[in-house]
């Protein structure tokens, strides 16, 4: 059977009205199916923004990462001094470029990041200002250069006006540091059979690749210990708020907790008779706020990009009983195509 993760469009009913509470206080959301963040007119012009947002954050990695390689070439380039002073310069400046490109690509939704380039931008023009004055600047490559971060300048501003806009409008962004995953996938087993795995929570550690324990305390209360970047552990208690045998399990961390989440799991029957529909809401605060959830996010362990490869995982340990590796994910790099000895 050939399954698909897949984001379902939007919440359950024709609206819906969530309140939790994490580190962050109460935090409310409302939503309707099918609404115009997804479709029509402006749909298409979020869409083209973020493509947009996202060019500008490769444009300002690649320069970053350039800025930084070779920052005496670069000084070069724009008609400057290649001294110790403008390769600092450089350096600094390609930091930031990379800081801002890193933010844009992992949230491309986020004004924030847009603007920051406009910020350096700023600072990009004032510094070729007074590299004019200097006798030794080429005027020519300057002038080029000038011309170039003006026009690099007005596309930043656009898009961040247009982000900006969207995101007051309700069509972009998310709730006040607030992050939110859903995730469904179709697994070949009863309702019942998926839940009944699912609520002995010790069981979740041999799917969930993150978690490194979950220790049950009583009927309602668990405690969890995640995997956390840089080799660090994050650990929280839950307690179940809602348990309907073979339909849901909704749960939500207790005060404390190194990262707040709350959330919930439903089992329903599956179109034709093909098993269980398992869909995963939850709502979580990143560690640090939202450079927490960047940072995560580069290392691969962001809950959005943890909850996909899980249900996988889940769907091979309920259909087949273990959990099936490729070939790619047992080797880290390139390696050859072929058994590494001879079959005896």
């Known amino acids: 059977m050939t399954s698909t993760i897949r984001e379902p469009g939007g919440y359950e009913g024709a609206a819906e009205r969530r309140t939790w509470s994490g580190n962050g206080g109460s935090r409310e959301r409302r939503g309707t199916d099918g609404g115009s963040d997804d479709y029509g007119e402006r749909g298409r012009e979020r869409a083209a923004a973020e493509r947009r947002a996202r060019g500008l954050g490769w444009f300002s990695l690649g320069l970053g990462l350039a800025q930084i390689a070779a920052p005496r070439a670069v ?78 300048t007005l596309l930043d501003v656009l898009t961040s006006r247009q982000l900006t806009r969207l995101r007051s409008e309700g069509n972009v962004g998310e709730a006040a540091g607030t992050k939110e995953v859903t995730k469904a996938i179709t697994v070949n087993r009863s309702p019942d059979e998926v839940y009944r795995f699912w609520r002995n929570f010790e069981n979740l550690p041999q799917f969930m690749s993150h978690l490194e324990s979950v220790q049950v305390l009583d009927d309602r209360r668990s405690h969890w210990k995640a995997k956390a970047p840089a080799g660090r552990s994050v650990e929280w208690d839950a307690q179940i708020t ?17 990262v707040a989440n709350a959330g919930s799991v439903r089992f329903a029957t599956a179109p034709g008779g093909r098993g269980t529909e398992l869909t995963v809401k939850m709502h979580y605060d990143p560690p640090a706020g939202p450079l927490g959830a960047i940072v995560a996010k580069l290392f691969g362990e962001e809950p959005g990009q943890q909850v996909d490869g899980d249900l996988r995982r889940f769907k091979q340990v309920m259909e087949t009983g273990e959990v099936v590796h490729s070939d790619a994910s047992i080797h880290r790099g390139p390696h050859p195509a072929r058994p590494s000895a001879a079959p005896m």
């Not at 849901?248 to 005060?255: Q, T, V």
């Open 242 to 258: 809602q348990d309907i045998p073979g339909e849901l399990i909704a749960w939500e961390s207790l005060e404390g907790a190194d």
């Open 75 to 152: 000084a070069r380039l724009i008609g400057v001094r290649d001294d110790d002073e403008n390769r600092n310069a450089m350096f600094a400046i390609g930091l930031r470029e990379i800081t801002s490109g890193v933010g844009i690509l992992t949230q491309p939704a986020q004004p924030a990041w847009t603007w920051s380039r406009v910020g350096g931008d700023v600072m990009d023009v004032a510094l070729l200002g007074r590299a004019f004055r200097s006798e030794d600047t080429d005027r020519t490559r300057a002038g080029v250069a000038t011309a170039a971060v003006l026009g690099v």
